[in-house]
């Protein structure tokens, strides 16, 4: 069933994030559009849904579309991928996604306060940005309205839409709707720095269930609420004047069997052999990030900077550390610095240690095809998730995933909403470099009974609690939350 299908009383699920699942490029010769389906955390999942509940994606279409573009574009999206595009102008989509959402919830969301300003005195709130994140807030609202049919239930995603709720319960007032936020919920004492926070909590409190990733989150989230805002909240939800939101844990996870069956498959095990023998009598540290600081890469890398220095027997080839950093967020200044301390901490310490045949750092700024990506997942002896904030991190979980036969080891942040649950990784503070060292040297040691053993708990929770796991328990709770508040209505 399309959205444009769906008429009278509908029963779909209408999924809204920030991005579409889909990325659509134009052929430059032709003029043609052409698509690709992104394999991304939320598209499976919710694969795992859609045989119980059609399902439509409404997504912004990631740049600026001719307005003689936007109708074909529109109705091959919808006919073809039950997907709705959003268009924003350059400009709002500059300061809504680089300036408002990447620039100040992200790292405000992250524990990473603003300078107090810059050498112009200009310090990061700017209203244009907010201004911004409203108006494109409101065009996704616009979209959900023209497509929404009463019964139907709306799933917004994330901290780009915040505001999102509060716009449609005002336009439609008895409309099912829910919010999840993959990014973690800082403290009230954190959350109050930024200027609009009582909006924002307002925007997000119109929806009938508020799912997070992690416990912590999800009070910060309430006592937030009181604080900020005097209402009264409880480990089930926020009460305001006419509405109750319920709020809910649910961790999300892998769909385990993409990487089981691309394991199997002919390619990952050629890609296995070469990066064996290019890698020979190596052992591997694997980490694997988006560009992002919270990520922890120089913190990884000095580290293991550090490790090379204190353990001689790692020196002259013994060990290497893969390091893939996926582009991101390119146009946002914190994030091209990023990339430059990587570079340089990366040059000093192959300058260092390395050989004419050796780097003992392998950094790799570019997105890598899956098959390698699993087949490096295979072969590593270790893989170290060093972020200094992260909502869940699932590389945690896709390594262990690719561990089934070797038993690698988890080297995980202890600010990872991951950490909560695997429990058999071995667990950091990044900021601790000594640490962290430990930890490389002693996941190299390990025995193999032990590995197993840790191993063994990891898999069990990856494989119980999946993205399609995560999807159906949130969608589940959506409906019951919403029948409740129906009948608090009618009664
Ligand atoms: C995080 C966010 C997602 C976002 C992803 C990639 O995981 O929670 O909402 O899609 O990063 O970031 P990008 O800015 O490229 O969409």
């Not at 405000?108 to 005195?121: D, M, Q, R, V």
């Not at 942040?413 to 071995?426: D, K, Q, V, W």
């Not at 950091?428 to 025995?447: K, Q």
């Amino acid at each position: 069933q399309t959205a444009g299908k769906s008429a009278g009383l509908g029963t779909k699920l209408i999924v809204v994030s920030n991005r579409l699942p889909v990325t659509i490029q134009r052929d430059p010769n032709t003029g043609e559009f052409e698509f690709k389906m992104s394999s991304g955390g939320l598209v499976s999942a919710l694969a795992g849904v859609k045989h119980e509940l059609p399902f439509v994606w409404v997504g912004w279409t990631g740049a600026e579309m001719a307005p003689d573009m936007q109708s074909t574009l529109y109705s091959r999206l919808e006919v073809e991928y039950d997907c709705i595009p959003v268009f924003l102008t350059a400009e709002i989509a500059d300061r809504y996604y680089n300036g408002f959402c990447n620039d100040v919830l992200w790292p405000l969301f992250h524990y990473i306060t603003h300078p107090p300003a810059n050498s112009e005195g200009e310090q990061k709130f700017d209203s244009k940005f907010w201004k911004a994140y409203r108006i494109a807030n409101r065009c996704f609202a616009s979209e959900i309205q023209r497509i929404y049919r009463r019964g139907d239930l709306v799933w917004v995603q994330d901290y780009h839409l915040m505001l999102l709720p509060q716009m449609l319960r005002k336009a439609i007032p008895d409309i099912q709707v829910g919010f999840f936020l993959h990014t973690p919920f800082p403290s009230s004492d954190v959350f109050r720095i930024l200027p609009d926070h009582k909006e924002i909590l307002r925007g997000v409190l119109d929806s009938d269930l508020i799912g997070f990733h992690t416990y912590d989150y999800a009070s910060h989230f309430v006592s937030g609420c009181s604080r900020l805002l005097g209402l009264e909240g409880s480990h089930r939800g926020v009460k305001s004047a006419h509405h109750f939101a319920n709020v809910g844990i649910f961790p999300i996870g892998i769909d385990p069997s993409s990487f089981i069956q691309a394991l199997d498959s002919q390619a990952v095990k050629d890609r296995i052999q070469e990066v064996r023998k290019a890698y020979t009598g190596k052992r591997i540290i694997l980490g694997v990030d988006r560009m992002d600081y919270i990520k922890g890469i120089p913190h990884k890398i000095k580290a293991f900077e550090r490790l090379l220095a204190r353990y001689p027997k790692y020196r002259a080839s013994k060990v290497t550390l893969i390091q893939i950093g996926v582009p991101s967020r390119t146009e946002v200044e914190e994030y091209q610095k990023l990339v430059s301390i990587t570079n340089e901490l990366v040059g000093g310490i192959n300058g260092k240690y390395g050989s004419v045949d050796y780097s003992p750092i392998v950094f790799i700024n570019q997105s890598v095809k899956f098959d390698l990506l699993c087949a490096l997942y295979y072969v590593a002896d270790a893989c170290v998730v060093t972020s200094i904030r992260d909502g869940m991190n699932l590389v945690s979980y896709e390594y262990v995933m690719c561990q089934l036969q070797n038993h690698g080891v988890l080297i995980l942040s202890e600010f990872a909403g991951s950490a909560r649950s695997l429990s058999g990784a071995m667990r950091v503070n990044p900021w601790n470099t000594d640490e962290l060292c430990s930890a490389f040297n002693d996941a190299l040691s390990l025995d193999k009974k032990e590995r197993h053993i840790r191993h063994w708990k990891l898999y069990h929770y990856v494989t119980t609690h999946t993205a399609a796991f995560w999807a159906k328990s949130f969608v589940k709770e959506m409906i019951s939350s919403c029948r409740d508040t129906l009948m608090n209505k009618s009664a």
